[in-house]
């Protein structure tokens, strides 16, 4: 049973559980911090395929693989997949999860994509609707950048505040009965707009969302942040995550020692130029289906927050002048 509590809070009364989890990544990915968890590695930036977008396919459809076989299952065995990228259309993942046959929900919340696909198919999972869900998201440096900015080879400098698009992906199966991690609650983002219109600081533009989800949570569910382990943000980088501090500092609450953001954890800063971090879909999708999942299941974590953020904005209206509004969902992960 879901229960609706406060401002857009979900809690499941039966909390769906991911009965299988894993990651794709590039080259560049593979030589940072998290590099041996990954459970692929696509060091051709077109994976074999003939576009950078197809090559993103390609490591959804390998998440999502390798997330099924974990589980014992195969795709007859998925009622429905919740999949999205940040291509236009979600092309990424309507060409990806194609080849799998499973009824199929694009999702698209920017780099928010994961968070919102969990709890999508959490829903479905607690209602019964499905016995079986798969939840995948994917970005790519190349692909990415010639949509939002410049074809590659014009070889643009990148400003200090910039992120760095991660090439990966990350599939969860979200089962009724069987797996280790549940998901325990929900919090459904609403769209913020600070007049942020830098597209090389998404971050700035992100961290309100991420510390109104965040506050709204805690006062729906009655919780602080010290009944959880870690509160994992993604992909708010260098510039997001000062900003988050300071917002929620404001509100009486302190991240100190228990804040990670996905996109300062996937590379590093002081050996690889990435400027403020990590971004993209596949950021937060793989460093949860690595660091956050593999600390659950494996004792490090017992209760966390992860917090996948946002920028709502596309290449036509970042070129119209327009501001980013942004976008933050928070999913309740415990064993």
């Known amino acids: 049973m879901v229960k609706r509590i406060g401002a857009g809070t979900l809690v499941f009364e039966n909390m769906p559980r991911i009965r299988g989890f894993a990651s794709a990544a590039g080259k560049m990915e593979s030589e940072g911090p998290l590099g041996s968890l990954f459970d692929k590695i696509i060091y051709d930036s077109r994976g074999g395929a003939e576009t950078y977008?197809?090559?993103e396919s390609r490591l959804q459809?390998?998440?999502?693989?390798?997330?099924?076989e974990k589980s014992g299952l195969h795709s007859a065995d998925i009622d429905y997949v919740f999949a999205g990228d940040l291509?236009?259309?979600?092309?990424?993942?309507s060409f990806g999860m194609m080849v799998y046959g499973i009824p199929f929900l694009g999702q698209y919340g920017a780099c928010s994509?994961?968070?919102?696909?969990l709890a999508m198919g959490a829903v479905f999972t607690e209602s019964g609707a499905a016995n079986?869900?798969?939840?995948?998201?994917?970005s790519h440096f190349c692909a990415a950048e010639r949509q939002y900015r410049f074809p590659?080879?014009?070889g643009e400098v990148r400003t200090p505040t910039a992120q760095w698009t991660v090439t990966g992906a990350g599939a969860c199966v979200l089962s009724q009965s069987s797996g280790d991690v549940k998901i325990k609650a929900a919090a459904v983002g609403k769209i913020t707009d600070m007049q942020i219109t830098d597209s090389n600081n998404m971050g700035a533009a992100m961290a309100p969302a991420a510390a109104d989800t965040i506050m709204r949570f805690l006062r729906d569910t009655g919780t602080s942040l010290q009944?959880?382990?870690?509160?994992f943000t993604g992909d708010l980088g260098l510039v997001g995550s000062e900003i988050l501090h300071e917002l929620l500092s404001k509100e009486g609450v302190n991240l100190n020692g228990r804040h990670n953001d996905c996109g300062l954890l996937i590379f590093d800063n002081a050996t690889q130029d990435v400027h403020a971090g990590g971004s993209g879909c596949g950021c937060c999708a793989s460093v949860l289906c690595t660091e956050i999942l593999s600390?659950?299941?494996g004792g490090k974590y017992k209760n966390v927050l992860f917090i996948a953020t946002g920028a709502l904005l596309s290449a036509t209206t970042a070129q119209q002048g327009k501001s980013i509004p942004s976008i933050a969902h928070l999913i309740n992960l415990t064993v």
């Open 53 to 55: 977008e197809e090559a």
């Open 61 to 68: 459809q390998e998440a999502a693989l390798l997330a099924m």
């Open 87 to 93: 291509l236009n259309q979600c092309v990424g993942s």
């Open 113 to 117: 994509t994961m968070a919102q696909a």
């Open 132 to 138: 079986n869900a798969l939840c995948v998201t994917s």
């Open 152 to 154: 590659m080879e014009y």
């Open 227 to 231: 009944d959880y382990d870690r509160v």
């Open 295 to 297: 600390g659950l299941c």
